[in-house]
């Protein structure tokens, strides 16, 4: 099915659904078949939009990411707009917090699931790393691109942990890693001649393959 208004609530309906049954029974204690007949969908329909099941939490990242970076311009400073973004994206992350946190229980007895994870997490990374300004050009780009993640990971960990409800001991664990990263100087913006050239030429260049590296650990 191509994307279109109606696919829209098609995905949110399966979503909800399935995060609804993994807060309850854990991401291994349902299947895609019991989420789509609970939720009313065409099994047809379900098994050619997700031929896996891991592709819920694909859509769902795409989901996630778009309410983030929707009416995104440009940022005063490179922190300002790094934590704005992540906080935007635990935002979003809060309509399945049961369910996302289900998942991230499941994620070290699942290392195909843990990998197929990272890989979409890696790319909304860089997203988010170049609409904030950061300059990724080079060796220590792809350095600074690893911080970034190591970032993430330990705001992340806060946010699982976060019962309350405007997410401050997220906002502390994240606005506290951005200041370790400035103190050490790991993050640093697009300089501004670059930017400029990059705008003439239309956006940011491609980044090559071996950026794909990166630690969890900040």
């Not at 609804?20 to 969908?41: C, I, M, P, Y």
């Not at 050619?48 to 694909?58: A, E, G, N």
């Not at 440009?74 to 906080?87: T, V």
């Not at 860089?126 to 190591?150: C, E, F, T």
Request: net charge negative.
């Amino acid at each position: 099915m191509p994307f279109n208004e109606s696919n829209l609530s098609f995905d949110t309906a399966l979503i909800e659904m399935a995060m609804q049954l993994a807060s309850e029974r854990g991401w291994h204690g349902f299947t895609l078949v019991e989420a789509a007949l609970k939720a009313d969908l065409p099994l047809e329909d379900v098994k050619i939009r997700y031929p896996f099941k891991s592709f819920i939490l694909l859509r769902l990242n795409n989901m996630v990411d778009k309410a983030m970076l929707c009416g995104t311009t440009s940022y005063p400073s490179l922190k300002e707009g790094l934590f704005d973004l992540f906080m935007r994206r635990f935002d979003a992350f809060q309509d399945y917090r049961d369910g996302l946190r289900a998942v991230m229980r499941a994620l070290p007895q699942d290392p195909a699931l843990a990998v197929f994870l990272s890989t979409a997490t890696l790319n909304t990374i860089k997203w988010i790393a170049d609409a904030a300004g950061l300059d990724r050009h080079g060796l220590r780009g792809i350095m600074r691109l690893q911080a970034l993640l190591a970032i993430w990971t330990h705001a992340l960990r806060a946010w699982e942990k976060d019962a309350t409800a405007e997410l401050s001991e997220t906002m502390k664990a994240l606005d506290e890693a951005l200041n370790k990263a400035e103190r050490f100087r790991i993050l640093k913006s697009i300089p501004d001649e670059r930017l400029s050239s990059s705008h003439k030429s239309g956006g940011l260049p491609d980044y090559k393959q071996n950026e794909d590296s990166f630690t969890s650990e900040f």
